[in-house]
């Protein structure tokens, strides 16, 4: 059964630095890896999507890298801003069937609450 | 990218009593999905919701408890039923679209519940 682990938990920092979540799986036979953002009480935003196949995917001030022979992903976000406060999700969907010849359901990890203070 | 619209977008109810709550997507999908995230926790799916057919329950989730409906290819309803302070989470709803040789996800706003 694939487990997702995000470390940190919480993470809090000022204004202006770099900073870098981490999201760890225990199957590395997965199809693809997905990050979102959920801000208190509301719904998940899609910020970056990576294929297996794919090592890095960028947007903006967010890069997220995948691993998926070590079963890691990183999401880097420069230059962190107030507006960036919220709580960061990794999903992985796995490889299923005969061969890998298909997808199953997604699995969270347990999300890194970050804060970015003025 | 998909719109989804979910309602209502939070509650405060009775216990004992019942909520449905409706999904709506701005196009048509195969699968609808229904998401539980209780408070502190991460996601965990309830069911899968497909046109036509019934609802596919995950481990630990039953019909009685969340009956869902699927009447189209753009609306979904999930209901939490007999409600106990238990059910207190936000419930979310997803689809997938399949694009160029990959599947992404894509969630509602999410219904906050507080059963009291």
């Known amino acids: 059964k694939q487990e997702v682990t995000q470390i940190p938990a919480a993470l809090s920092v000022p204004e202006g630095e770099n900073l870098v979540l981490n999201c760890s799986f225990t199957?590395?036979?997965?199809?693809?890896l997905q990050w979102f953002r959920q801000d208190p009480g509301k719904g998940l935003t899609s910020l970056l999507f990576i294929q297996s196949s794919q090592r890095e995917q960028t947007s903006g001030r967010l890069n997220a890298s995948l691993d998926k022979s070590s079963g890691r992903s990183t999401l880097y976000i420069a230059a962190s801003q107030p507006g960036d406060s919220a709580t960061y999700l990794c999903?992985?969907?796995?490889?299923?069937?005969?061969?890998?010849?298909?997808?199953?359901?997604?699995?969270f990890g347990q999300g890194t609450i970050l804060t970015v203070h003025p | 990218s998909a719109v989804i619209s979910q309602k209502p977008s939070r509650d405060i109810c009775q216990r004992g009593t019942s909520l449905t709550i409706q999904c709506q997507v701005d196009?048509?999908?195969?699968?609808m999905f229904w998401y539980r995230q209780q408070p502190g926790q991460s996601l965990t799916l309830i069911a899968t919701a497909n046109q036509g057919s019934e609802a596919t329950y995950e481990s630990g989730f039953v019909i009685d408890k969340f009956p869902i409906s699927r009447p189209n290819l753009t609306f979904s309803t999930l209901t939490v039923s007999n409600m106990s302070p238990e059910d207190s989470s936000i419930y979310l709803c997803?689809?997938?679209?399949?694009?160029?040789?990959?599947?992404?996800?894509?969630f509602g706003q999410g219904t906050r519940l507080t059963v009291v």
């Open positions: 997803s689809v997938e679209y399949f694009k160029v040789r990959h599947r992404e996800a894509f």
């Open positions: 199957d590395s036979a997965i199809y693809n």
């Open positions: 999903a992985v969907r796995p490889l299923e069937g005969a061969g890998g010849t298909s997808y199953g359901k997604l699995t």
């Open positions: 196009s048509q999908v195969t699968m």
